[in-house]
């Protein structure tokens, strides 16, 4: 589970391509502090599970599902990404409770800019 609340904007290092998906290697300077293999880390909102921890980078193997109905599918290297840990049940919520599994992209049609 997480709050919503983006902890990171981390720089994507590497993308792998492979048969079934891809592997995507982030470099963090915070949230990798108390992370470890096996984890769950959202990325740009979706639940990912963590395979590598390694010298501030983390890797994470996302399926071809995933990548067609999230925004990771048009990840390239360079790009920044939004990072959180997931919440522990001892922690304040700060924000809202979200699962990170995506159901299904929607498309913006309007864009409003509003004063603040």
């Known amino acids: 589970m997480f709050t919503g609340i983006v902890e ?18 982030i470099l963090s300077e915070f949230v990798i502090n108390d992370l470890k293999i096996g ?3 959202s990325v740009n909102g ?3 599970t963590i395979i590598k921890s ?19 599918g048009i990840l390239k290297e360079g790009d920044y990404v939004n990072l959180e840990r997931a919440m522990k049940a001892s922690d304040r919520f700060n924000g809202h409770i979200v699962q990170g599994h995506i ?14």
């Open 39 to 41: 984890d769950s880390i």
């Open 54 to 72: 390694h010298n501030k980078k983390i890797s994470m193997d996302i399926i071809l599902e995933t990548l067609k109905k999230s925004n990771l």
């Open 103 to 116: 159901e299904t992209k929607g498309e913006i049609i309007a864009k409003q800019n509003l004063e603040n």
């Open 46 to 48: 979706v639940c990912l």
């Open 8 to 25: 990171e904007l981390a720089k994507v290092e590497k993308i792998k391509h492979k048969a079934n998906g891809i592997t995507i290697t």
